[in-house]
């Protein structure tokens, strides 16, 4: 999300932001999947939490609601007001000064406040996003802050190189338990860390991202931590992202399965690779369609619809065409919306169903002409 300081003209915040949360993503708030024994992403949790305070103590949160302030989501962590991140079409807003929290680094400043110098943050986080085996609208983070007294005389090199140290360690001790495991550091760039780091593990033939970080901005630390001058670092992991690899889980709604095939693979907290059962047959529609010359099509507008009619019995949507006539300079997309359920064989009647309710509700909230 914050890969290019990327810009959105200011006018689409200018007026008043209502609610955008469907009841499908309201019904996520409070399962708590971080705090469910033996699912695999408490057991990344705990890996996580454990190896970091075997090395020194952190203050660990697991449980703090999602809803947060803009200015703790964004304006605290120095993101600019008209940052992409902010948008309405990418962040699921209640009121103009509420929303669901788009990264755990929102609580960055509360902690900070409070003068807890070694953090960690886990929680349910929430973007509108595109629909595929690995994004889903909600997923998990943990956000770790450490804070060295000004007392300490550290340069912010120093620091990069604890923090490098420390999240080395994590990764191939505390998670992957490879002592060969493969790193590699890429520059990259967050409004609220300079320098700031991307690592990238080397696993199952591809190099995988698989955390943030940097050198906390001093700004921050000045606003918001009793001892102005302190320095610090700080990191986010996306757990989703590690626990697939680690049990080798291949799409990420099986996070929220009920099926007991699903939960009962997974138990003492061990690291065991997933057993995939049967999957059932999937079915794809097509929906073809104008987009209107008086709005912008926002495709994020377009797969919350589809997620809030499909759910989860919708396992991707991708485009499948994209047409500018060369006469009116009128837009044409054709999606291919696939459908497969987790859990049981779908009935055409059903799926023919869901296909005809979000046909109807897409022309009429986007204002697009089915073809
Ligand atoms: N908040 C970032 C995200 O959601 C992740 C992150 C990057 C957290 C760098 C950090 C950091 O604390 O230093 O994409």
Same mark, same amino acid.
């Given at each position: 999300?914050?890969?290019?300081?990327?810009?959105?003209?200011?006018? +689409?915040?200018?007026?008043?932001?209502?609610?955008?949360?469907?009841? %499908?993503?309201?019904?996520?708030?409070?399962? =708590?999947?971080?705090?469910? &024994?033996?699912?695999? +992403?408490?057991?990344?949790?705990?890996?996580?939490?454990? $190896?970091?305070?075997? #090395?020194?103590?952190?203050?660990?949160?697991?449980?703090?609601?999602?809803?947060?302030?803009?200015?703790?989501?964004?304006?605290?962590?120095?993101?600019?007001?008209?940052?992409?991140?902010?948008?309405?079409?990418?962040?699921?807003?209640?009121?103009?000064?509420?929303?669901?929290?788009? $990264?755990?680094?929102?609580?960055?400043?509360?902690?900070?406040?409070?003068?807890? %110098? %070694?953090?960690?943050?886990?929680?349910?986080?929430? /973007?509108?996003?595109?629909?595929?085996?690995?994004?889903?609208?909600?997923?998990?983070?943990?956000?770790?802050?450490?804070?060295?007294?000004?007392?300490?005389?550290?340069?912010?090199?120093?620091?990069?190189?604890?923090?490098?140290?420390?999240?080395?360690?994590?990764?191939?001790?505390?998670?992957? @338990?490879?002592?060969?495991?493969? #790193?590699?550091?890429?520059? &990259? !760039?967050?409004?609220?860390?300079?320098?700031?780091? *991307?690592?990238?593990?080397? !696993?199952?033939?591809?190099?995988?991202?698989?955390?943030?970080?940097?050198? #906390?901005?001093?700004?921050?630390?000045?606003?918001?931590?009793?001892?102005?001058?302190?320095?610090?670092?700080?990191?986010?992991? =996306?757990?989703?992202?590690?626990?697939?690899?680690?049990?080798?889980?291949?799409?990420?709604?099986?996070?929220?399965? *009920?099926?007991?095939?699903?939960? %009962?693979?997974?138990?003492?907290?061990?690291?065991?690779?997933?057993?995939?059962?049967?999957?059932?047959?999937?079915?794809? @529609?097509?929906?073809?369609?104008?987009?209107?010359?008086?709005?912008?099509?926002?495709?994020?507008?377009?797969?919350?619809?589809?997620?809030?009619?499909?759910?989860? +019995?919708?396992?991707?949507?991708?485009?499948?065409?994209?047409?500018?006539?060369?006469?009116?300079?009128?837009?044409?997309?054709?999606?291919?919306?696939? !459908?497969?359920?987790?859990?049981?064989?779908?009935?055409?009647? *059903?799926?023919?169903? +869901?296909?005809?309710?979000?046909?109807? @509700?897409?022309?009429?909230?986007? $204002?697009?002409?089915? /073809?």
């Amino acid at each position: 999300m914050f890969s290019a300081p990327h810009l959105v003209p200011r006018r +689409l915040f200018s007026s008043q932001i209502c609610c955008n949360i469907p009841s %499908s993503i309201s019904d996520k708030i409070g399962r =708590g999947l971080l705090l469910r &024994a033996n699912h695999p +992403l408490n057991t990344v949790k705990n890996l996580i939490s454990s $190896h970091l305070n075997s #090395i020194e103590s952190f203050k660990v949160e697991d449980n703090l609601h999602p809803k947060v302030s803009t200015l703790q989501c964004f304006d605290d962590l120095l993101i600019p007001k008209d940052h992409v991140s902010r948008k309405p079409s990418d962040t699921f807003y209640f009121d103009s000064n509420q929303v669901l929290r788009t $990264h755990t680094s929102a609580h960055q400043s509360q902690f900070l406040s409070a003068g807890i %110098s %070694s953090f960690l943050v886990f929680g349910d986080c929430y /973007r509108r996003d595109a629909i595929d085996s690995t994004h889903y609208p909600v997923f998990h983070q943990v956000e770790g802050v450490k804070v060295f007294a000004s007392g300490q005389n550290l340069s912010s090199a120093q620091v990069l190189d604890h923090l490098k140290s420390t999240l080395e360690g994590l990764i191939r001790f505390g998670i992957f @338990k490879d002592p060969e495991l493969k #790193i590699r550091w890429v520059d &990259a !760039y967050f409004p609220f860390t300079n320098p700031s780091l *991307e690592m990238e593990v080397w !696993y199952q033939g591809e190099w995988l991202e698989v955390l943030g970080c940097g050198v #906390i901005q001093p700004e921050i630390i000045q606003r918001h931590y009793p001892d102005k001058n302190a320095i610090g670092w700080a990191f986010g992991i =996306g757990l989703e992202r590690i626990a697939m690899r680690l049990f080798n889980i291949p799409d990420i709604r099986l996070f929220w399965s *009920e099926d007991p095939r699903f939960l %009962s693979q997974f138990t003492n907290s061990e690291i065991v690779q997933f057993q995939p059962f049967s999957k059932f047959p999937a079915c794809f @529609k097509d929906i073809s369609f104008w987009t209107s010359n008086e709005s912008v099509f926002e495709e994020n507008d377009f797969y919350s619809i589809i997620r809030d009619i499909g759910g989860d +019995l919708v396992e991707s949507v991708e485009m499948v065409d994209d047409f500018k006539h060369p006469k009116t300079g009128r837009q044409s997309y054709c999606f291919r919306i696939n !459908y497969r359920s987790m859990e049981r064989s779908l009935l055409n009647s *059903e799926i023919d169903d +869901l296909q005809f309710r979000i046909r109807e @509700k897409v022309s009429e909230d986007l $204002h697009l002409e089915l /073809r």
